[in-house]
């Protein structure tokens, strides 16, 4: 058998690789310096780093940014109010998500057409902040941990994508599964849920992350609750106080401690940060399958079954 003849690269195949590869280690550089910076930022100590300097390795090493961060009871509560938030939320979120879809994907389902209708009017309008109040109020959401969680169970979004999906996967695997006995519960639990592994990921970091990073509810919807803050809305706060405050009490303050408004406010974004990037690893090989799911081609196909009516 003749081995197949490799083409020889020529000095511009040669060129154009070299200046592609320099380009990514160009844009590597810019989106992970920023953050790298800040991690060894805030292993210095606060009044060292105001003077600049610090490219690679800390100056003065320190862990007290850390300590005093941990040490104010306020952000141990916080990170403890978003961890559940984040966990309860984004279970939720997965959970109704695929329930409702899974329900939606039947051909048979009466007034299917009708609930396409609206999922669809529902994306494209939207009652504003004011009506939204309004209906925590009435529901008594407000001031209460359910205001993070109950308002984002169901994502009309990731039900189009998901109800795409379950269409996608062969009807002849739930009807072998009837003609052994299985019920619907069954066949949702033992032979759909496996299948849609990659679909649970996808949704599961992308509600994850909103949940981790939003402060907007804390602001808006929780004003008489401070046990209930989120660390976004503690690291959006000491941002406004420091740029509000300045006083000389607050500078022999500081000096003393040898830290700084924004040396904690690096490690609390280091904190912040780090449990997204530990999770992404794992869901990785899901996510990257997920992230093509029948996205377009359930949002087309949905909006063509509502306005057929």
Request: hydrophobic share 50%.
């Amino acid at each position: 058998m003749e081995k197949k003849k490799q083409r020889k690269r020529s000095k511009g195949d040669i060129g154009f690789d070299i200046f592609v590869a320099i380009v990514m280690i160009i844009m590597v550089l810019i989106c992970i310096y920023p953050f790298y910076l800040a991690v060894i930022m805030s292993f210095n100590e606060g009044l060292d780093a105001q003077r600049g300097g610090i490219y690679l390795l800390p100056r003065i090493f320190t862990l007290e940014n850390y300590a005093k961060l941990f040490r104010d009871g306020q952000w141990g509560q916080a990170f403890a109010v978003t961890l559940a938030r984040t966990v309860l939320g984004t279970f939720m979120t997965v959970f109704f998500t695929l329930i409702v879809s899974y329900g939606l994907s039947f051909q048979e389902l009466v007034f299917r057409k009708v609930y396409y209708s609206i999922f669809i009017f529902a994306m494209y309008f939207s009652g504003g902040v004011i009506p939204y109040y309004i209906l925590l109020r009435t529901l008594h959401l407000l001031n209460t941990f359910w205001v993070y969680v109950v308002p984002g169970c169901l994502s009309l979004f990731y039900l189009i994508v998901a109800v795409s999906f379950f269409q996608d996967i062969p009807k002849e695997l739930r009807e072998s599964a009837r003609l052994d006995g299985a019920g619907e519960f069954t066949i949702f639990r033992k032979i759909i849920l496996p299948i849609c592994k990659p679909l649970m990921a996808t949704i599961s970091i992308f509600t994850a992350v909103g949940h981790w990073n939003s402060w907007y509810e804390s602001a808006f919807f929780i004003p008489n609750n401070k046990g209930l803050r989120t660390v976004g809305y503690l690291m959006i706060s000491v941002i406004n106080s420091s740029r509000a405050s300045g006083n000389a009490a607050d500078a022999a303050m500081q000096a003393a401690a040898k830290t700084t408004t924004l040396s904690i406010q690096l490690a609390a974004m280091v904190v912040a940060v780090v449990p997204i990037l530990c999770i992404y690893p794992f869901f990785q090989r899901y996510f990257v399958t997920g992230m093509t799911v029948g996205a377009v081609k359930g949002a087309q196909g949905l909006t063509s079954k509502a306005l057929g009516l």
